[in-house]
């Protein structure tokens, strides 16, 4: 099904990026071929036969550049060098070619907010006040305190704890960082930083790549005034309104389409924190002169302010599925007619799904992920899974914070319990279980063999003890697994333009356990519905219209009832 626009099956658009499915390689954990304990390159070309397997469509690749890995490989060192961490250029190309050859397409991930501190560029900057590459970064005057002390230019918090500001002696001046402090905003006021990310983006499309994912695009506008934010009760300000969605956002995402996008074939979604109805209208506006689609953050972050959370996303919050619902019924609803939306329960940076939304007890562990799996690739837009999702993979208990490698984690943690005491250390640690990034950064869980088949080594962040019971050796050849539910949901996206390009309407919004949709298309129509709970509830959906039975989870449907986690799809 993947002739590209001009067929009249509906009023939607046709474009192959509607049609595919994408899944997330996090390349630290997805597959060691040289026994340092950290994913490359080469391990993952190996691993390509498992996701042709699965069926996906696309790769997005998380970043595989030149970085000092403070962030993970979300501070880029130098844009056009494989970190040597994952291999070379060579391998690169060698990945792509073989995932080209199963019929794959990748793109890469474009971290263009900010570099690291170690790039070229911000070596340059530091120098002096006149450096050619000064106005590449955001350079400001610090104030003074009364008694002499030096200040921030103003109150922002960054994204990873502590001030967004770092205090460079040499200058006598401050640059920001709205996340770790080695990762400098880039100053997209400058033409020359634009020019440079086209640049880059052209290189990496001559190369033979299929797109971008964006990292924090709704970022790179800042409002020039720099002024102080809404107060938080740790002292710190919000950046949020002077630095998302900025002033000259649209303006700069069209300059890149004008110049690079719109030139190649390709895909390309954008990662827009705090981003509303209207902005994403723009940004991935049907007239394309901007972004394919965007993920919104809506529905993974709408509780962090409750009952439960410490400070920010930190707490033990559970989502409610009435409100998630809501949200998503809101994007579904509310991009009809005017953009693509992207689909999504996780990637590196959200907890495990099955964990988050679902149950992940033994009991309720298989069939609430593929309820899950179910609910959202029914839905209207570009699904996408992380790596381990397909095989419900959980998230790791922590008990200390020795086994946390990610920044925000360590910053969060010495900011929150040891200078500020927010919260107690059990208290951080429920939250890091709840929420913590390196949830879905352990490893991926391929066979019960040591170290889950995923090196022969200690590997850079410890395995989830359940990869006994939990791996893909395991799943692949089960008809009844996890792996061959999202394998299933793939095959009939592929093979139904209703899944790709009918219209979504939500169904029994008032039910607190039953999430439930109908989508349309020329004359047919599916009926989805998805038992949140694990008790066996009554649904009457069926009563006059009973539909062929398309897809579900259970064995047997029993008619007027959902049983727990139960995901049921008819067609007719
Ligand atoms: C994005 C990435 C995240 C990273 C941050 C800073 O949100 O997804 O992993 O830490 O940007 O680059
Ligand atoms: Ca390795």
């Known amino acids: 099904m993947h002739e ?16 595919v499915v994408c899944y997330q390689v996090y390349p630290q954990s997805f597959q060691d071929s040289n026994s340092d304990g950290i994913g490359d390159l080469r391990g993952m070309t190996e691993r390509l036969p498992y996701l042709a397997k699965l069926g996906i469509d696309v790769i997005w690749l998380s970043p595989v ?74 350079w400001k005057d610090g104030k003074v305190a009364e008694d002499g002390t030096k200040l921030p230019p103003n109150n922002w918090e960054s994204t990873f704890s502590g001030s967004a500001w770092q205090y460079d002696e040499l200058t006598d001046q401050w640059y920001l960082h709205c996340f770790s402090v080695k990762q400098p905003d880039l100053n997209w006021e400058s033409p020359s930083v634009r020019q440079e990310v086209c640049d880059l983006m052209s290189w990496w499309c001559d190369r033979g790549v299929d797109g971008f994912r964006f990292d924090v695009i709704s970022m790179i506008s800042k409002d020039q005034r720099f002024p102080d934010g809404k107060p938080k009760k740790n002292g710190f300000g919000e950046y949020g309104p002077y630095v998302t969605n900025g002033p000259r956002v649209h303006e700069f995402v069209q300059e890149m389409n004008e110049k690079v996008l719109s030139r190649y074939d390709i895909m390309t979604v954008g990662e827009a924190q705090g981003v509303t109805l209207e902005e994403a209208r723009k940004y991935a506006n049907a007239e394309g002169t901007e972004l394919d689609m965007i993920f919104q953050f809506e529905h993974v972050s709408a509780w962090k302010t409750t009952a439960g959370a410490y400070i920010g996303k930190w707490g033990v919050n559970k989502p409610q599925m009435p409100k998630v619902r809501a949200l998503l019924n809101k994007w579904q609803l ?109 490893p991926m869980q391929w066979d019960d063999s040591a170290f889950a088949g995923f090196s022969d080594a200690e590997p850079w962040i410890d395995v989830n003890p359940n990869y006994q019971e939990i791996n893909a050796a395991s799943q692949v050849d089960d008809p009844d697994s996890v792996f061959s539910f999202y394998r299933r949901l793939i095959e009939l996206r592929h093979s139904m333009p209703i899944i790709v390009y009918g219209t979504y309407q939500p169904l029994l919004e008032d039910s607190e356990a039953i999430w439930a949709y109908r989508r349309e298309l020329d004359g047919q129509a599916i009926t989805v519905a998805c038992n949140w709970t694990s008790e066996t509830v009554d649904c009457d959906l069926w009563d006059e219209r009973p539909g062929t039975p398309l897809v579900g989870n259970y064995p047997q449907h029993l008619p007027g009832k959902l049983q727990p986690y139960e995901a049921y799809v008819t067609l007719g």
Request: aromatic letters at 12%; glycine letters at 6%.
């Open 4 to 19: 590209t626009e001009g067929t009249n099956m509906s009023e939607e658009k046709h474009a192959w990026w509607k049609e």
């Open 334 to 442: 509310g991009l009809e007619g005017y953009s693509w939306n992207s689909l999504f329960w996780n990637n590196h940076d959200q907890p495990r799904a099955v964990s988050r939304f679902g149950n992940d007890s033994p009991e309720w562990r298989e069939v609430s992920a593929k309820m899950l799996a179910c609910c959202l690739h029914l839905m209207k837009g570009t699904p996408y899974i992380l790596q381990g999702e397909e095989l419900g993979m959980t998230n790791m208990h922590f008990t200390s914070l020795d086994q946390c490698r990610d920044v925000e984690e360590l910053g969060i943690y010495r900011q929150a319990v040891e200078e500020q005491g927010i919260c107690t250390h059990e208290q951080m640690l429920a939250a890091f279980d709840n929420v913590a990034r390196d949830n879905c950064r352990t």
């Open 65 to 138: 550049y030149l970085s000092p890995m403070d962030d993970n490989g979300y501070d880029i060192a130098d844009y056009r060098v494989i970190d040597p961490q994952y291999g070379n250029l060579e391998d690169f190309d060698k990945m792509l070619e073989t995932a080209h050859g199963l019929g794959i397409k990748v793109i890469m991930d474009l971290v263009a907010n900010h570099t690291s501190d170690e790039h070229w560029w911000f070596k340059e900057s530091r120098k002096s006040r006149d450096n050619p590459y000064r106005d590449y970064y955001v």
